[in-house]
């Protein structure tokens, strides 16, 4: 079992950055795949951007492609996502999520442990 914890969302300014961490227990990072999902009010939940076991791939939405970078740090069972330039249409619940497949995936049914979320509020 896996269990993800967010941390670092908050109230900013449009303009402002955030970096958003995601704690994982239960298995060592190394084996999981890891990506960032939000669910803003009144939508669905969209992926936001993925990383591989190795950190050599990477995945982003159009949308945050220039603003948000995921990172992780396998020794510290840590995954980050900065988010630079934040928008209003940024204002969400941002999710970690993990699998144990093959390959980054933008598909959140290929994702079998989620965390709890934690929310970015982006103030205009």
């Known amino acids: 079992q896996v269990t993800l914890v967010e941390s670092g969302g908050e109230l900013v300014q449009a303009g402002e950055s955030l970096r958003l961490s995601c704690a994982a227990s239960?298995?060592?990072?190394?084996?999981?795949?890891m990506g960032w999902f939000r669910q803003a009010p009144g939508k669905e939940r969209e992926f936001v951007a993925a990383i591989s076991r190795s950190a050599v791939e990477s995945l982003y939405t159009d949308s945050v492609k220039g603003r948000f970078t995921i990172s992780r740090d396998n020794a510290r069972n840590t995954v980050y996502q900065q988010m630079n330039s934040l928008q209003s249409e940024d204002t969400a619940v941002y999710y970690c999520?993990?699998?144990?497949?093959?390959?980054?995936?933008?598909?959140?049914?290929?994702?079998?442990?989620w965390g709890q979320g934690t929310q970015v509020t982006v103030s205009s």
């Open positions: 999520a993990a699998h144990l497949q093959f390959g980054t995936t933008r598909k959140m049914t290929r994702y079998d442990y």
């Open positions: 239960g298995r060592t990072l190394s084996s999981l795949v």
